[in-house]
């Protein structure tokens, strides 16, 4: 017997996942996709029809103008008591303007962000929701089957809102984890008295206070690629960073660690920095320190042991 009944729309990677573990847990699951290939109907009209009342949809589609364009479809298409569930990547502040035009209809929205990717499926999500209880009740079922097992890894966070925004700060000191293990990987490499860069980062899995999955997704990445000499060192962001530090900004919090990691990424995405040639233009003109000249073909790196300090 099924628990509860949900829409799902988004049918991904995570998406498809999702539904997966849904339907293991019984829970009755109705999705949409723009691939009819995986879609189990044609339209979100067709989704909304086949679910009981009170109905609930969970979005599950790119951050951005794809979620507001769903959300404001699916508001036309609910009914007073229904609940829309935004379990993107969205800002908090697209929840706050979905939340007060819903309401307006009689429709909640809940707002979770979902943390646990590909691994989910088996592991569980770990979920961050943000809403009125009434409304988060009428998705509990849904949310006890996607999280892991065990007494963390659900959280009403608080109002619309909070969820997301968890979810935000979350990426954020993963940005700044990750860059703190790819310094530490750097230096240990850099040196000629370590022999197994691998192997001292396996050694720190088990009984060390830096343990954790990003330190057991490292390791598997280092032994599927020693050297990881089939990767650039090029890293985007998915937008997250960016507004951990615009709320620091905002709210006058110190984020100097999370900051550093964000900007950390924009430098690996240049070839050639416009900063410190500019350094080294000044360092020429103030002091006649030697600069390395640029070729037709590119500029050379800097000489990592200069003459010159200053």
Known sequence: MATMDIGLVGL???GGNMRTRLLRAGVNVVGYDR???????????????????PK?????????DITRNTVNELGGLL?????????????????????AELSEKGIGFVDCGVSGGVWGLDNGY???????AEDIAKVQPAFDALRPEGESGFVHAGRVGAGHFSKMVHNGIEYAMMQAYAEGYELLEKVD?????????????????????????????????PGLSQIRGYAEDSGEGRWTVEAAIANAVPMHTIAASLFARFTSRQEESPAMQAVAAMRQQFGGHA???AKEAGLEPADPHPSDPA
């Not at 009819?36 to 979100?44: A, C, F, K, Q, R």
């Not at 609930?56 to 951005?64: E, H, I, L, S």
């Not at 770990?126 to 009125?132: R, S």
């Open 126 to 132: 770990a979920l961050m929701a943000g809403g009125d």
């Open 193 to 225: 008295m370590v022999d197994n860069v691998t192997a001292v980062f396996d050694s720190w899995r088990e009984g060390t206070v830096v343990r954790s999955w990003l330190l057991d997704l490292l390791v598997k990445a280092l032994e599927d690629d």
């Open 79 to 99: 009914g007073e008591g229904d609940v829309i569930v935004d379990g993107g990547n969205s800002r908090w502040t697209d929840d706050e303007i979905h939340y």
């Open 291 to 293: 600069v390395k000249a």
């Open 56 to 64: 609930v949809v969970w979005v599950m589609v790119p951050a951005g």
């Open 35 to 53: 691939d009819p290939n995986i879609s189990d109907v044609g339209s979100l009209k067709e989704l909304v029809e086949q679910l009981p009342t």
């Open 12 to 14: 991904g990677k995570m």
